[in-house]
């Protein structure tokens, strides 16, 4: 089963910063949080991942609370082709990378 | 470099049959998993290979298999087709497994639909 919780679907406007939040509160010290998200048609492509402290890559940013138990995923100016499902997951040792419903995010112009 | 490469992109099967999938991952990468997505189930994982020996496995039945060869690449096979098989079914490599730290590449899918 999935370990983290994300909202159905959200909405945003285009060339606004999108804040997507995850709860993952039975994350274990070794896990680390990743970020996928799966465009219309496409397989999911990674977009950012981080263990303690918050991440920055060319794709978006990721802010992680201080005790661990939630994450957000920014996109500090989403344009149309951010529209996908974002999938927020929990990597450990054992290794199996385990996909919840994840959100669909919704972009307007 | 190229990326995850999986073939066919599509097929269609009767149902009884069986299916071999393939899937070549990024160069230097020698784990693989492989995923069945559905509109109703969403992407849950079937399998995960490293140095050809299968290191994790979902709920799945005995009639989905697979297997990874010497130079990394992976099929998957499914046998006696059911027409709850239709699905979109996707492979995902990393440069190695048990490393929590790397993320994966998925390859494009397999649309496989069963008739």
């Known amino acids: 089963d999935a370990k983290t919780t994300q909202p159905n679907s959200m909405e945003s406007n285009e060339e606004e910063p999108v804040h997507l939040p995850c709860n993952h509160s039975t994350i274990s010290g070794t896990d680390y949080i990743h970020w996928y998200r799966q465009l219309p048609s496409q397989g999911p492509e990674y977009v950012i991942h981080?263990?303690?402290s918050n991440v920055n890559n060319r794709m978006a940013s990721l802010a992680i609370a201080e005790d661990r138990k939630s994450s957000t995923l920014i996109l500090h100016r989403a344009t149309l082709r951010d529209a996908a499902v974002y999938y927020c997951i929990l990597t450990g040792r054992d290794d199996k990378i385990i996909f919840g419903k994840g959100t669909r995010l919704h972009i307007l112009p | 470099k190229a990326g995850v490469t999986q073939t066919p992109r599509y097929l269609i099967k009767t149902r009884g049959q069986q299916v071999t999938l393939s899937c070549s991952p990024i160069s230097g990468h020698r784990s693989v998993s492989w995923y069945q997505q559905t509109p109703g189930q969403g992407l849950q994982f079937l399998f995960e290979?490293?140095?050809?020996?299968?290191?994790n496995k979902g709920n799945f039945p005995g009639r989905f298999s697979g297997r990874q060869f010497s130079n990394s690449r992976s099929e998957m096979n499914v046998s006696t087709l059911e027409l709850g098989d239709s699905a979109l079914y996707l492979c995902?490599?990393?440069?190695?497994?048990?490393?929590?730290?790397?993320?994966?590449?998925f390859g494009s899918g397999t649309r496989l639909t069963v008739v």
């Open positions: 995902a490599s990393r440069p190695r497994d048990r490393a929590s730290n790397y993320g994966y590449t």
């Open positions: 981080g263990l303690t």
């Open positions: 290979y490293f140095s050809e020996t299968q290191r």
